[in-house]
C-alpha cells in the first residue's frame, strides 16, 4: 500500500509539472502594446540595428480615446480630436507658417503653429561644436553625406541634443555627462538643449500632447508624414504641415536606417530617454523609449 501510495504521489507530482509548463506564456508570445514601451522595463541594452527594428515592429497601438503614460497621465477626450484641423491637401496648403532664424550659423527653419503651439517644421541642422562643445563626436549627417544634411538636418545622441555639457558636474569629463553618466543633480522644467534661443527640446508630455492634438497615436503617422520619400509608398497625407521626412536613424555600431524618423524628447528614463517615432509602413506613431548612444533628429518646439 505504501509502495502503491508513493507512486501516486509522484505520478501526481509529474502530471501537475507538466500542466503549469503548458499554461505558462512564454516571453516570446507576450504582445507589447505602446504603454509598454513607454515604461522603463522597454529599454535595451543591445546596439545593435536589429534591437530597434525588433521594438518598433512588436509595437502595438490600442485605438482609444484615452491613453495614459508612465511618467505622466495624458487623456484625450473624443472631443479633442473632433478638433483636430486638416489645413493641407495635395493641392491645397492652408497652414500656419513662420521662419525661425537660428543666430547662432544663420541657418533659417520653417515653423508651423499647430493648435496654440509652434513647431519646426524641418530637422535641426546644426553642427558648430566649437560654440557648442556637447556636439563634439556625437552628431552626424545621415550616411555620413554632406548632401543629407540640407534635407534631413543632422543626427544626434541624447547627450548632444540636451547640449549635456551644461549639465556636466565633472569639470574633467564633461562631455560624458548624458552619455552613460547621470551628472544632472536638479533636471529643469524646460531644456533648451541645442535649440535656438526661445526654443526648446519637447519632453514627454509635450510630445503625448502634441500626439493628441493631431488626432491620436492610431493616425498620427499618416497625418504627420511627409506626402512623398517614404520607403515602399509608405507617405503621409501632411495634413497640418509638420512634414516628417525619412530622416533615418544611426546606430551606436556606425550603421544607418533610412526606414523611419525619429525625435529625442528630453525626458530621461532610467538609462534611456524619450522619443516620438515613425515607421514607412505604419499608419500610426508613438513615444518610445530609447538608448541614448542612438543618433536621432531634433524637431524643436517654442517656448
Not at 478638433?83 to 527653419?109: A, H, M, P, Q
Not at 508624414?225 to 544611426?250: E, H, M, T
Not at 536606417?257 to 516620438?276: P, R
Request: charged share 25%.
Amino acid at each position: 500500500m505504501k509502495k502503491i501510495f508513493l507512486l501516486g504521489l509522484i505520478s501526481l507530482f509529474i502530471w501537475s509539472c507538466s500542466d503549469d509548463s503548458s499554461n505558462n506564456t512564454s516571453d516570446n508570445d507576450y504582445d507589447w502594446d505602446i504603454d509598454s514601451f513607454n515604461s522603463s522595463s522597454s529599454i535595451q541594452s543591445s546596439s545593435s540595428q536589429d534591437s530597434l527594428n525588433v521594438e518598433l515592429s512588436s509595437a502595438k497601438v490600442e485605438s482609444s480615446s484615452s491613453v495614459t503614460n508612465s511618467s505622466s497621465s495624458v487623456t484625450s477626450s473624443s472631443s479633442e480630436k473632433d478638433d483636430v484641423i486638416s489645413c493641407k491637401t495635395e493641392t491645397e496648403d492652408n497652414c500656419i507658417y513662420g521662419t525661425l532664424l537660428d543666430e547662432r550659423d544663420g541657418k533659417s527653419y520653417k515653423t508651423v503653429k499647430i493648435k496654440n503651439t509652434w513647431w519646426m517644421a524641418e530637422n535641426l541642422n546644426y553642427a558648430d561644436s566649437l560654440k557648442t562643445p556637447s556636439l563634439k563626436g556625437k552628431s552626424w549627417r545621415y550616411d555620413n553625406s554632406p548632401d543629407n544634411c540640407e534635407k534631413f538636418g543632422r543626427l544626434y545622441t541624447w547627450a548632444a541634443a540636451i547640449d549635456s555639457v551644461k549639465f556636466a558636474t565633472d569639470d574633467k569629463n564633461p562631455q560624458e555627462c548624458g552619455d552613460g553618466r547621470n551628472c544632472v543633480q536638479s533636471w529643469p522644467d524646460k531644456v533648451q538643449g541645442i535649440c535656438p534661443d526661445g526654443w526648446q527640446l519637447p519632453d514627454h508630455d509635450q510630445l503625448a500632447n502634441f500626439i493628441i492634438d493631431v488626432g491620436g497615436y492610431a493616425t498620427a503617422g499618416v497625418t504627420l508624414k511627409s506626402q512623398s520619400g517614404w520607403y515602399n509608398d509608405g507617405n503621409g497625407s501632411d495634413a497640418i504641415g509638420f512634414n516628417v521626412l525619412p530622416s533615418g536613424i544611426r546606430f551606436e555600431n556606425g550603421s544607418f536606417d533610412s526606414l523611419g524618423a525619429v525625435f529625442w524628447g528630453s525626458t530621461e528614463v532610467m538609462s534611456g530617454a524619450t522619443t516620438l517615432y515613425f515607421y514607412y509602413d505604419y499608419e500610426y506613431a508613438g513615444l518610445l523609449d530609447q538608448e541614448k548612444s542612438y543618433a536621432f533628429s531634433i524637431r524643436c518646439v517654442k517656448d
